[in-house]
Nanobody, 122 residues
Framework: QVQLVESGGGFVQTGGSLRLSCAAD????????MGWFRQAPGKEREFAAR????????IYANSVKGRFTISRDNARNMVYLQMNSLKPEDTAVYYC???????????????WGQGTQVTVSS
């Protein structure tokens, strides 16, 4: 089991950057693929990015590709999401999650953080 806590959200203007962090509590952290998802008001939770257990493989949603970068530090039990060139449509609550599967589907992720709000003004 792994507990996840996100941080780093906030308010930023269009074109700005934010770096989200996700701290994992648990010695099994390196055994999990990690993902970032987001949920805007009135919308379903959607996939943003995923990184493999080793960090050697990443997947991005088309909507964030080229602007967002996911990374992890297994020695520190941390996952990051660097978000550049932010747009108003990126406004959402961002969640990190852990999975034992190679998947971009939220249903495949067993452990979730509480989320951190990102607001991008136009």
């Amino acid at each position: 089991q792994v507990q996840l806590v996100e941080s780093g959200g906030g308010f930023v203007q269009t074109g700005g950057s934010l770096r989200l962090s996700c701290a994992a509590d648990g010695r099994t952290f390196p055994n999990y693929g990690m993902g970032w998802f987001r949920q805007a008001p009135g919308k379903e939770r959607e996939f943003a990015a995923r990184i493999s257990r080793s960090g050697g493989s990443t997947i991005y949603a088309n909507s964030v590709k080229g602007r967002f970068t996911i990374s992890r530090d297994n020695a520190r039990n941390m996952v990051y999401l660097q978000m550049n060139s932010l747009k108003p449509e990126d406004t959402a609550v961002y969640y990190c999650a852990a999975t034992s599967f190679v998947s971009t589907s939220p249903e495949s992720y067993a452990y979730w953080g509480q989320g951190t709000q990102v607001t991008v003004s136009s």
